[in-house]
């Protein structure tokens, strides 16, 4: 198997992108209701992905892409629920890179199935960058029992099957598909807040989220696009792991703007997925 240059690049692109997107909307987090900024960094991306697809004059879905889109996005929006949920009730050091993991690794056992077994080599270029990917998700601030696994593991069935299904609503189109997809988180986000609403809690946004809640949109939906281009590139498996490695990006955007210290398993992390880019692209 010779890894398709643009799939790197296009798949890297979207690794960055998405850590990007995560670091904006953590902080957005820490200042408002986690639904809140989920709430407006959806519309945002949708808003974003509406402009690319006119832009770039894509023809209109058909309905096959409509109706793979819209499950792809149930579940996205799923995948995030249980996410949140897991990282509300357990150790972020495990639900985050469990996700993570169990994300990658869906794409890349169908991608096995459907175009083929990679070689030694780049079985072992996966291998290492699932394993970096859940290096650079750990803190040195976490220890304690594995709660939230069955949530994380949830939430990458989740994403992993969003990765998936996106793929294939995306066989001729881009733009359409992931603003479909984007379109059913929305009402369903709305629901979570109103059901919250009546049993009491307030989700009033705040001026200091609104930019960071904006760009974390935006930044996801653009994530979003490159880990699909990447995936009509090439490989869809070599897309989903390269796209995988999302959290190095957010580790090293906390690190140079936070002053955030990372772990020696994160740093032992971020050389590990240099390793596994340089055996997927070999």
């Not at 990007?20 to 957005?28: I, V």
């Not at 988180?185 to 930019?211: K, S």
């Not at 949109?217 to 995936?231: M, S």
């Amino acid at each position: 198997m010779q890894a398709n240059f643009l799939t790197i690049v296009l798949g890297l692109a979207s690794a960055l992108v998405w850590g990007g997107g995560d670091f904006c909307g953590g902080q957005a987090t820490k200042r408002a209701s986690v639904f809140a900024v989920l709430l407006i960094a959806e519309l945002s991306g949708l808003l974003l992905l509406l402009g690319l697809a006119l832009a770039w004059r894509e023809t209109l879905p058909s309905t096959p892409t409509v109706l793979w889109s819209a499950v792809a996005g149930l579940f996205g929006v799923f995948g995030l629920i249980f996410l949140y949920q897991g990282l509300a009730t357990g150790k972020a050091g495990v639900v985050a890179p469990t996700s993570a993991v169990l994300a990658a690794a869906i794409p890349m056992l169908y991608g096995a199935l459907t175009q083929g077994m990679p070689d030694a080599l780049h079985l072992l270029g996966f291998a290492l960058a699932l394993v970096a990917v859940w290096l650079v998700a750990q803190s040195h601030e976490e220890s304690g029992p594995a709660k939230g696994l069955g949530m994380a593991l949830l939430a990458g069935c989740g994403f992993g099957g969003f990765f998936i299904l996106i793929h294939q609503a995306g066989a001729t189109a881009t733009f359409w598909p992931l603003a479909i997809a984007r379109a059913i988180t929305v009402p369903c986000t709305l629901t979570a807040l109103w059901y919250r609403r009546r049993a009491g809690y307030v989700e009033q946004p705040t001026r200091a989220m609104l930019p960071l809640a904006l760009l974390s949109g935006f930044l996801d939906a653009g994530g979003n696009a490159f880990f699909l281009l990447a995936a009509q590139a090439g490989r869809l498996d070599v897309a989903a792991i390269l796209s995988s490695l999302y959290p190095a990006s957010t580790v090293i955007l906390a690190w140079l703007i936070l002053g955030e210290r990372t772990s020696w398993l994160q740093r032992i992390g971020v050389v590990t997925a240099l390793g596994a880019i340089a055996l997927i692209a070999s």
